[in-house]
């Protein structure tokens, strides 16, 4: 084995296929994005024909043998480009869509923006949690600590948090403008 690394094969020729573009039929080669690899004319840019190579399209995983609330068609798991979703078969006529997953627990403390709502437990796409009003969209108060019922000695705010610091867990004024930690409660 040499030490040497052919440099024809990391050539556009090199990851040619076989196929050729619709549009103008010139050979298609695979091209990289920030959303990951993609088919693309290699007449680019006279020919912008490009076709997506990732399986995070909407694609069905299962049917589900559920019909779906809005229109009676079946329910189907799809995987999605955030995660897997259960969606209506009759897409895109009926665009009901719900979460795989089970009912986000509530940590019944009361939404201190809203009054209507509760903090939820819930993940962003790259897997933090947070606490967010079960009242979305109307209401979008979210922090991203464990919410704790109480009201902050400074600013009067109705909501505490839970901060872990180096010297232990404590509570933090959740209004954003304050931010100001609690002296522990005297008895």
Excluded: W
């Excluded at 108060?141 to 009067?156: D, E, H, M, S, W």
Aim: glycine residues 10%; aromatic residues 8%.
């Amino acid at each position: 084995m040499s030490g040497k690394i052919d440099s024809e094969l990391f050539t556009a020729h090199a990851h040619a296929l076989d196929g050729s573009c619709p549009q103008c039929g010139e050979t298609l080669v695979i091209r990289n994005s920030k959303r990951g690899p993609f088919l693309g004319c290699s007449g680019y840019p006279a020919c912008d024909y490009i076709k997506p190579m990732g399986q995070n399209d909407g694609h069905i995983v299962k049917y589900l043998q559920t019909p779906c609330p809005d229109c009676g068609e079946e329910l189907v798991l799809r995987q999605g480009r955030y995660g897997m979703f259960i969606g209506c078969s009759g897409y895109p006529e009926c665009h009901h869509i719900e979460s795989p997953e089970k009912k986000a627990p509530s940590t019944d403390v009361a939404c201190p923006e809203c009054g209507r709502g509760h903090l939820l437990e819930r993940k962003s796409r790259y897997g933090k949690v947070f606490y967010a009003c079960d009242q979305y969209p109307a209401c979008r108060f979210a922090v991203n600590a464990k919410p704790v019922v109480g009201r902050c000695q400074l600013c009067g705010f109705s909501l505490l948090i839970e901060k872990k610091l180096a010297s232990g867990i404590k509570l933090q004024c959740a209004d954003r403008r304050c931010h100001a930690y609690q002296e522990p409660q005297q008895n």
